[in-house]
């Protein structure tokens, strides 16, 4: 019987563009950015993705895109090292920079800047090659390595860092794709770091785990901030409390509202932040 | 309280109407198992047919008739010059040292006598017993018991075909050589034994002589030509439609066009071979490079449609992450993409070769289809292929080349099936790899 579950669902407030501010309310600035990006907006084909979208990223911060899905925040972080080039009808406009260096630039080549900034899947993807292999191929096509013995070092404190070296050190030429879902994914951000980014991008990176390999996860990210700036996109408002300096909220393509994480949570200044983080939509 | 207004229907009436149609669904799934029994059962009918068809008259095409004769090597008859060249050897009498054995044999003294049982052994006799002396010079002026293949008419008696009730005029074996063959099989000097000619021998108008040496030999070449030019052409082209080419009007043109090729008639192939290789660049007819070349143009849509599906197949997760550590497409393609693809290129390959070993029409019509006695040495010299012989041996009259030519159908099939084997095994290694 329906009548007797305790509580109606809340009311589903109507989502009206004109409330949609036009400039992001919070600070989108921040002290010696890493990467900046200002006025990003995306289309694909007619469609506008995301539009307007000004944020600076911080050396060694961790800044979480949040809100509902379809609203952009993915997009907006594929924007970041390129990784939209290879959506055919995708077009992206605005400046993005990365250490004063315009990404979109005629003559940039993506390789060098996909190696600048990593990426963290949502479905752990490790190569159908063994550990090792997965963690030396960035560093092996890159020429990273002196030798051989420098590039097992490499994959050594890759893997180290990535938390994963006590568990695979015995067996590294086991494949990659027979480890568990958490540990690939471990892996994953093993390899991205095995190239030394200063960015490091996760797209969902913890909605396939379980949640104590989703803790492990989030006790990684804390440990590589100190080294990295780490841009994570996530649909559990906790995991963003937990593991962020920052927030973001995105609504409907548009970047609504940024600050410090506890200061959003806390008291959100735009409605719809309001709304989205106390339950009412998403 | 049920509803009599449309709409929704109550959880009991639901559960009721489930219940009611469970029975029909069962029915139907039933009835589409058994359709599907019976479809399997009907092929695999069909299949027995037609392999129980083709053992029981190809088996007795790999066995035929022979006479053990004792022969006198007698080097002043084989090599009356003595100069102990193949030349020589050809000059000599070989002819007569045989048949002078094999009338001892049967016991044959008048001129019609010794006709007749000059006709039980097949003309390819003395060039054996040339080459065995030739191979062996210390047989000269020796006697020895020596193994012939009878005449193929004599083999069809032996094997019943011909009844010795038909009136003599009108059988091709007369009275005195079933007198005499009955006389060699009571001695025990009629021996049914594997055909050597047939695996060893080439093409020949005597059946009991012909084999399928040579166009084997001319299948493997035309094959290899056929692999070396499709396999990479076919796999660079579906690699770069797929992975590289910009998606405009003139790459679908191309698209379309490949898939359309995929169906053209194979003797269509056949005509544009001839006209080009052979008419417009003036190339030698019945070579197994143009042969090869030909199949492969045959082949080339099907390699580049199942290498591009394979493509397709790969996850787009593998490719992201690629691009994710930095790895540029090229590097994309034949780091990840292209092995995670082999295996179902490998299948396509395959089957297109498959598909290339037995084809007849185009070959026929680069000429492929002259009788050639010589083993092709090289992909430039003339020769034929399997199917092509297996339609040549169809066409003969001779009782002999039934066998021959179930026989030669059962090799193309073990040919075939032993490359189709080997492609299992290839991609079952690639695929191991995880």
Partial sequence: ?282 | MISTSKGMVSPKMATKRVAASMAKRKKSERNFQLLGRGAIAVALAFLVVLFSSIFSKGLPGFFQYYVEIEVDIDREKLDPTGIFSQQSLYDGDARGVIRSALYAAVGAEGRSNKRAAGKLISPGAEQRLRKMVYNDPSLMDTTQTLRFAMDDDVDSFLRGFINRETPEKDRRINDRMVEYIDRLQADGKIIYAFSDYLIFGSASRNPEMAGIYGAFIGSILTLSVCLVLAFPIGVATAIYLEEIAPKNRITEIVEININNLAAVPSVVFGILGLAVFIGIFGMPRSIPLIGGVVLALMTLPTIIISSRAAIRAVPPSVREAALGVGASQIQTIFHHVIPLAMPGMLTGTIIGMAQALGETAPLLMIGMVAFIVDVPGSVTDPGTVLPVQIFMWADFAERMFVQKTSAAIIVLLAFLITMNAAAIVVRKKLERRW
Wanted: hydrophobic share 35%; glycine share 8%.
């Fill in chain 1, 1 to 282: 019987m329906i009548e007797s579950q305790k509580g109606a669902p809340p009311e589903m407030p109507d989502i009206d563009l004109a409330k949609l501010p036009n400039t992001t309310i919070g600070d989108i600035y921040v002290e010696n950015p890493r990467m900046t990006a200002r006025q990003v907006q995306v289309n694909y084909g007619d469609k506008t993705a995301i539009e307007g979208v000004s944020l600076d990223i911080g050396g060694c911060e961790v800044i979480s895109f949040i809100g509902p899905s379809g609203c952009g925040k993915s997009t907006f972080l594929r924007c970041l090292n390129r990784m939209n080039d290879t959506i055919k009808t995708c077009k992206v406009s605005g400046d993005i920079r990365l250490n004063g260096d315009d990404i979109y630039a005629p003559d940039v080549d993506v390789v060098p800047l996909r190696a600048r900034v990593g990426m963290v899947f949502q479905k752990p993807n490790p190569f159908p090659k063994s550990i090792f292999d997965n963690v030396a191929y960035g560093p092996k096509i890159h020429g990273l390595a002196e030798d051989r013995g420098h590039m097992k070092q490499i994959v050594q404190e890759a893997l180290e860092r990535a938390g994963l070296w006590s568990e695979v050190h015995n067996r590294l030429d086991d494949p990659g794709t027979g480890l568990s879902g958490g540990q690939q994914q471990r892996l994953c951000i093993a390899r991205a770091i095995a190239v030394s980014p200063e960015i490091i991008l996760m797209d969902e990176p913890c909605s396939a785990l379980d949640p104590i390999a989703t803790a492990r996860i989030e006790h990684l990210i804390h440990e590589l901030s100190s080294e990295y700036s780490i841009v994570i996109v996530t649909h559990s408002l906790q995991q963003a409390a937990r593991v962020s300096k920052r927030t973001a909220y995105f609504h409907l393509g548009r970047l609504v509202e940024v600050g410090l994480t506890d200061r959003l949570f806390m008291k959100p200044q735009h409605e719809m932040t309001n709304n989205y983080i106390t339950g009412r939509f998403g």
